[in-house]
T-cell receptor, first 114, second 111 residues
């Protein structure tokens, strides 16, 4: 199994500022993902965080808005840049277990942009 | 388009009732997950299924590959089961580990 922690757990931010969310896993994992869950909606994949190379972004998400770092196999950061109220969401880090059968999720970061 | 549909959207039950949440999908899949999300936002993976049935405590998950349908059952429901239950599937060829999520079923169990 994999235990994931995220920091911060929640934050309230002003429009135009940026927030960096950290994701720490207690074991080395190959596949690490960042998801967004807007209020009342299901999860949407933002990007796959690749170790040693640029993240792979899904349609509708760009690196300038959501820069991602993955310096090693246990840690990643997601930055939400130049925030607007539309960015108010829960942001979740997720990893795939060995063999790809199980998906583990972090506790989420609840972001409110005023 | 690969889609995942859940029903019902909302469900209120009395403590002790047997609960069923349904998930259907549009095309063949390689795996299906049932997830539980508590009000704080964190998500816990309950089951991963590719065929048959799995049981863990009071939770039972079944999948019918031919009918493209899965159910999550909760026996002897308890207020602590109150959460959003999410079905997520992996479609072949969609990216090795990419999941498509249903919109969730909000369950409230009343004492």
């Amino acid at each position: 199994s994999a235990v994931i922690s995220q920091k911060p757990s929640r934050d309230i931010c002003q429009r135009g500022t940026s927030l960096t969310i950290q994701c720490q896993v207690d074991s080395q994992v190959t596949m690490m993902f960042w998801y967004r869950q807007q209020p009342g909606q299901s999860l949407t994949l933002i990007a796959t965080a690749n170790q040693g190379s640029e993240a792979t972004y899904e349609s509708g998400f760009v690196i300038d808005k959501f820069p991602i770092s993955r310096p090693n196999l246990t840690f990643s950061t997601l930055t939400v840049s130049n925030m607007s109220p539309e960015d108010s969401s829960i942001y979740l880090c997720s990893v795939t277990g060995a063999g790809g059968d199980t998906q583990y999720f972090g506790p989420g970061t609840r972001l409110t942009v005023l | 388009k690969n889609e995942v549909e859940q029903s019902p959207q909302n469900l209120t039950a009395q403590e002790g009732e047997f609960i069923t949440i349904n998930c259907s999908y549009s095309v063949g899949i390689s795996a299906l997950h049932w997830l539980q999300q508590h009000p704080g936002g964190g998500i816990v993976s309950l089951f991963m299924l590719s065929s048959g049935k799995k049981k863990h405590g009071r939770l039972i998950a079944t999948i019918n590959i031919q009918e493209k349908h899965s159910s999550l059952h909760i026996t002897a429901s308890h207020p602590r089961d109150s959460a959003v239950y999410i079905c997520a599937v992996r479609f072949p060829g969609a990216g090795s580990y990419q999941l498509t999520f249903g919109k969730g079923t909000k369950l409230s169990v009343i004492p």
